[in-house]
T-cell receptor
Framework: DAKTTQPPSMDCAEGRAANLPCNHSTISGNEYVYWYRQIHSQGPQYIIHGLKNNETNEMASLIITEDRKSSTLILPHATLRDTAVYYCIVKSPSSWGKFQFGAGTQVVVTP | GAVVSQHPSWVICKSGTSVKIECRSLDFQATTMFWYRQFPKQSLMLMATSNEGSKATYEQGVEKDKFLINHASLTLSTLTVTSAHPEDSSFYIC????????????????????FGEGSRLTVL
């Protein structure tokens, strides 16, 4: 599975959009980009995933570059409850579920 | 949505005793479950893969005789920490997914992984 690189931390003002980058320059054609987040002392929560096209759901939007070497998770209106560690994971369907978590990005939303 | 539940949420035990943690998929059949461990201020580390009806597959460096995993049904996997020591104190998290090629989320087809709430073990 491709390795991902994320900034260790970022701050965001409440109500503003949070843009979380992820680099995955070695991604292969059949690998999906997944985003999960972990609020302190809880299990990870699924946010969104995509292959090539941009995706949007009730939680967030995922923008994947045309060459698929990077992506951005967008939280459109950050709230204090969005404070968490956000993980970007690249995974192929052949080994679904066996996620290897990196360090992620610690996002702190401030009032 | 799919729910994975762990029990207990937290447990304190004496050194040398064994502790069992349960992981249940509440609204779908989980053919595969995964067990992770997370130490303070660190990321999740995959310990083992648990397949229903067969032996678990352990990651390198994880002692299979110490961390016993049983996946006896399509909705339950258990992790038993045997002869626990203080260094086993950690946050243990399970995850589950349905059969490959299916999805429990409408419109998705990539076997999303669902996580339990985690179980915090403290060994005195």
């Amino acid at each position: 599975d491709a390795k991902t690189t994320q900034p260790p931390s970022m701050d965001c003002a409440e109500g503003r959009a949070a843009n979380l980058p992820c680099n995955h320059s070695t991604i292969s054609g059949n690998e999906y980009v997944y985003w999960y987040r972990q609020i302190h002392s809880q299990g990870p929560q699924y946010i969104i995933h995509g292959l090539k096209n941009n995706e949007t759901n009730e939680m967030a939007s995922l923008i994947i570059t045309e060459d698929r070497k990077s992506s951005t998770l967008i939280l459109p209106h950050a709230t204090l409850r969005d404070t968490a560690v956000y993980y970007c994971i690249v995974k192929s369907p052949s080994s679904w579920g066996k996620f290897q978590f990196g360090a992620g990005t610690q996002v702190v939303v401030t009032p | 949505g799919a729910v994975v539940s762990q029990h207990p949420s937290w447990v304190i035990c004496k050194s040398g005793t064994s502790v069992k943690i349960e992981c249940r998929s509440l609204d779908f059949q989980a053919t595969t479950m995964f067990w992770y461990r997370q130490f303070p201020k660190q990321s999740l580390m995959l310990m083992a893969t648990s397949n229903e009806g067969s032996k678990a597959t352990y990651e390198q460096g994880v002692e299979k005789d110490k961390f016993l995993i049983n996946h006896a049904s399509l909705t339950l996997s258990t992790l038993t920490v045997t002869s626990a020591h203080p260094e086993d104190s950690s946050f243990y998290i399970c995850s589950a997914r349905g059969p490959v090629g299916t999805s429990v989320i409408k419109g998705a087809n990539t076997g999303e992984l669902f996580f339990g709430e985690g179980s915090r073990l403290t060994v005195l």
